[in-house]
């Protein structure tokens, strides 16, 4: 199951390299001033938003809206875990891709592989793990839950991750 983010439909999939055609969701991304540091390269902890923009829409597109889940008490997703290598920097109006690839489904905690790419160069390599958590409105206690199965019926079948 291939996905591809409304900003990227126009994509042709043929002239796709196949490591990002193979990746669940593709989420396009262009850098901003308020991306860069002071040398004009994207800012490090910024490529932790880009990923987190790309898992809100492939979550958005299966159905799942996480604002929508946490204020009706159903419970959230929260970064429980992230390993980030750097390869090559991204700068000012490069225009990106950054993937989404399930590697691994819990009871209680999906795993990631999410890379963001620019044309066929590999920019940044990154593993995410997120757990699902109860949430009750008004109260600020998390408490780790199973991922409900309405979601964990929907989510593809996972790949194996870059090494492994």
Do not use: C
Not at 67 to 73: I, L
Not at 90 to 103: K, Q
Not at 141 to 155: T, Y
């Amino acid at each position: 199951m291939s996905l591809l983010s409304a900003a990227d439909s126009s994509v042709d999939s043929a002239a796709v390299p196949s490591v990002l055609a193979d990746a669940h969701f593709r989420h396009a991304i262009r850098i901003y001033w308020e991306d860069t540091d002071a040398g004009g390269i994207v800012f490090y902890g910024n490529y932790l938003k880009f990923m987190e923009r790309a898992r809100t829409e492939w979550l958005s597109s299966l159905g799942f809206e996480q604002e929508g889940m946490r204020h009706s008490g159903e419970g959230m997703f929260v970064v429980a875990d992230t390993q980030m290598r750097f390869i090559k920097p991204a700068r000012l109006d490069d225009r990106l891709t950054v993937t989404v690839s399930v590697v691994n489904v819990g009871r209680s905690s999906v795993s990631f592989a999410q890379d963001v790419w620019r044309g066929e160069t590999l920019l940044t390599q990154g593993q995410v793990r997120i757990g699902w958590v109860q949430s009750q409105a008004g109260q600020e206690d998390l408490k780790p839950g199973r991922i409900p199965a309405r979601i964990l019926s929907v989510l593809p079948t996972p790949i194996q991750a870059p090494g492994g």
